[in-house]
């Protein structure tokens, strides 16, 4: 994956399929204060090493409304942490939320040059409540940047969290103005083992549909090559290239690499075939393996910085 010019990538074998930021732009207006007889609940505070394992499982919430995710390490996590307490000028802040124990109960992941305005990732503790905090970072990052001594201040607050995340139903979406994603170039060197590595999930969809324990095959016409997915009671068995005996040997057509959109999951059948007319299943079987293989889903990926 690989984030790039607009068309250039395509021409080795890339395709834009996974959706790159999009979110919520909350006006700092629109942030009311704490009522005085309330205290805030919560604080926060730069995250350390020690607060690695907290993070993985706080993680684990965060990537529940991801499709697509990014596997972080140890070494992925000190390196995110190190780049946050280095003030790198293209660096992001990771920083865990407390309760008035010192419990850490969340973290929020902050682009803070020039402002500490572009919310990267929330991940909450599910025994507290996410509209309060969501509420307090609102609050907390709006007096940062009232606190800044620049020339142009920000005035809103960029809750850049994907297309699908329920801190947008918490701030309430209304409130704002809604930003689309851009798309990360994604290239698969080996289509047929890719689908052989996600064969479990796959699997899984298909046991969990209308269809489940079906047999037979999935023939995908790429018009330029060709894959079969052969499937038995619910198993699948193999996956590999095939040689049409003729132009309209197959299940699927998917014109260039418009199959990676419905791989992974940023558009369905549905979407292509209202925008690629040569995008189309040759019966109801096929078109309903298809849907049940690759539903649509959102997903939110942050690259290394």
């Not at 995340?165 to 209304?174: T, V």
């Not at 052969?230 to 068995?237: A, L, Q």
């Not at 189309?280 to 649509?296: G, I």
Request: glycine share 6%; hydrophobic share 40%; proline share 6%.
């Amino acid at each position: 994956m690989i984030a790039g010019i607009p068309w250039y990538y395509r021409q080795f074998g890339y395709e834009m399929a996974i959706d790159k930021g999009g979110g919520l732009q909350l006006p700092l207006s629109s942030i009311k204060p704490l009522p005085e007889s309330e205290k805030e609940q919560y604080s926060t505070r730069q995250a350390a090493a020690a607060d690695i394992p907290l993070l993985k499982s706080l993680y684990e919430i965060q990537c529940e409304y991801s499709l697509v995710n990014c596997v972080r390490d140890d070494v992925v996590w000190q390196y995110e942490i190190k780049q946050g307490q280095k003030g790198a000028i293209n660096g992001r802040n990771l920083e865990v939320i407390e309760t008035a124990e010192k419990e850490i109960i969340g973290y929020i992941y902050l682009r803070t040059f020039p402002a500490p305005n572009s919310i990267l990732e929330v991940a909450v503790n599910p025994a507290h409540s996410l509209m309060d905090v969501c509420y307090f970072i609102g609050r907390t990052l709006k007096a940062r940047i009232e606190k800044l001594e620049i020339e142009s201040k920000p005035t809103i607050l960029y809750f850049a969290l994907g297309e699908a995340h329920p801190a947008y139903d918490a701030l309430g979406k209304s409130s704002g103005k809604w930003q689309r994603p851009y798309a990360w170039y994604v290239r698969i060197p080996n289509l047929a083992r890719f689908l052989m590595h996600i064969k479990p999930v796959l699997e899984r969809r298909l046991a969990q549909s209308v269809i489940t324990g079906y047999s037979g095959s999935l023939k995908l016409n790429f018009y330029t090559s060709q894959l079969k997915i052969d499937i038995e009671k619910g198993r699948i068995t193999a996956v590999e290239p095939y040689q049409p005996d003729d132009f309209f040997d197959f299940d699927v057509f998917f014109p260039n690499l418009t199959f990676y959109q419905v791989l992974f999951g940023r558009r369905d059948i549905d979407d292509l075939r209202h925008i690629f007319p040569d995008c189309y299943a040759r019966n109801e079987e096929s078109f309903l393996l298809v849907k049940t293989f690759f539903p649509k889903g959102s997903s939110h990926v942050l690259n290394l910085d």
